[in-house]
């Protein structure tokens, strides 16, 4: 009776995965096999193996280790911080708040303030600079995209940090480890779970990024998120950018089995 009733609840499940997870991924397999003419070739796959697309997939990935890299290194402080403050809670919540306002509005909030009139190069102009182009450049679409990014990777590790068993930490410390040593060798392998699941939340979602790269760095930073972009929106050509989605989609499974949790790991 019980297996019927677990067996049963799983169906609804296993309907939404094959009809919203599993028919697009066969589906885009499907269009990236096909040429302008709709007939079938491999020769997209060939393609992207050009130096072109070769290039574009290092330069995602190196914007997406800068955009995790400084992600990381603000949040995993701010996450210990938060941890020690009366009202954690609020805090978080504070910081997450944020994250729901529609992404959109938040890059034009952006393009505002990096502007040549904006807030930032008024600034300057008191102290008799001239102003800069900050828009259309590395800095800022990577500054963008960390601070969208951050309460993502704040959660997972606050959680972590939470949860950590403080104990811990006074036996290192009554054990003579200083300060460093106790986050070298306690603190953090005992909380690189919620590092991991940062990274994977951060770093996947960097590597696909369009809207802020075409907003915030112009024609100046192109990824495999733009390329997809172009090829489905400008060149119509379903069949490349389908190709270039499926190389993407390999990608990040790799990067979520490099970062899982391994089952009887420690956390």
């Not at 992404?103 to 990096?114: D, N, Q, S, V």
């Not at 190709?243 to 979520?256: D, E, G, H, N």
Request: proline content about 4%; hydrophobic content about 55%.
């Amino acid at each position: 009776m019980f297996n019927k009733a677990s067996k049963s609840s799983l169906i609804p499940y296993t309907i939404w995965i094959a009809l919203f997870v599993i028919a697009p991924i066969v589906l885009i397999v499907y269009y990236s096999m096909l040429d302008l003419k709709g007939n079938f070739t491999l020769s997209n796959y060939t393609a992207f193996f050009s130096s072109v697309y070769l290039k574009m997939t290092l330069t995602s990935f190196w914007y997406a280790f800068l955009i995790t890299f400084f992600t990381l290194l603000i949040a995993y402080p701010t996450a210990f911080l938060l941890t020690k403050t009366k009202h954690k809670h609020l805090w978080l919540m504070l910081i997450i708040i944020p994250s729901w306002i529609n992404l959109l509005l938040k890059t034009y909030a952006f393009i505002g303030i990096f502007g040549l009139y904006g807030p930032i190069n008024a600034f300057l102009e008191v102290f008799g600079l001239d102003p800069q182009q900050i828009l259309f450049t590395d800095f800022s679409f990577i500054f963008v995209s960390v601070y969208i990014f951050i309460p993502f990777m704040i959660i997972p590790i606050f959680n972590s940090l939470d949860k950590l068993n403080p104990t811990l930490v006074y036996a290192a410390r009554d054990l003579g480890a200083s300060s460093f040593t106790t986050f070298r060798r306690v603190i953090f392998p005992l909380t690189i779970g919620g590092v991991k699941s940062g990274i994977q939340v951060t770093f996947i979602p960097a590597l696909s990024l369009f809207m802020i790269t075409r907003l915030i760095a112009g024609n100046q930073v192109i990824t495999l998120g733009t390329a997809i972009e172009q090829q489905f929106l400008v060149s119509q050509n379903w069949g490349m950018g389908s190709t270039i989605a499926v190389f993407l989609i390999i990608i990040m499974i790799i990067i979520m089995f490099l970062t899982g949790q391994k089952k009887g790991g420690r956390a």
